[in-house]
């Protein structure tokens, strides 16, 4: 049986420096092309995280998040990992109030509410895109 994981995924401009943290080393999937808001190119890194090195490896990407405008994320089915600069946020599948703390502190790094969709991304990798052409691809 394998071990349980979280599927991490970090938009490379988010990065101090432009790179991901030795501790993530050998975990990267793939990386590709998207577009934040339809207008702003970017590249996400898609990463599988053993679930018990997640809550150290999103304090890892906490550590290393630009101070503005940027969050990274690692989640399961039923759990999420908001990493903020210098902050971790834990949320479960349907937990409004949790969602709603994660808004809030996303609010204070200058990210926009339609950046912050968190229930939504438990079944939809960006649901601020309005088609998602990397799925379709696959």
């Known amino acids: 049986m394998s071990e ?3 599927r991490a995924v970090v938009i490379t401009e988010s ?3 432009g790179a991901l943290p030795a501790a993530f080393s050998g975990l ?10 339809e207008q702003t190119p970017i590249e996400i890194i898609e990463l599988t995280v ?15 998040l630009k101070p503005r405008l940027f969050y990274a994320h690692l989640l399961d089915g039923e759990r999420m990992l908001v990493a903020f600069p ?10 409004a109030a949790a969602i709603a703390h994660a ?5 204070l790094f200058g990210i ?3 950046q912050m969709r968190f229930a939504e ?17 696959q």
């Open 50 to 64: 053993p679930a018990d090195r997640a809550p150290e490896l999103a304090l890892e990407l906490a550590a290393v």
């Open 15 to 17: 990065l101090t420096g």
């Open 103 to 107: 808004q809030a502190v996303g609010s």
């Open 4 to 6: 349980p994981t979280l």
């Open 112 to 114: 926009p509410d339609e």
């Open 86 to 95: 210098h902050t971790v946020v834990a949320i479960r599948r349907g937990d």
């Open 28 to 37: 990267e999937d793939r990386r590709y092309a998207h577009l934040l808001d």
């Open 121 to 137: 991304m438990f079944d939809t990798d960006h649901p601020d895109a309005p088609a998602q052409p990397e799925a379709a691809a």
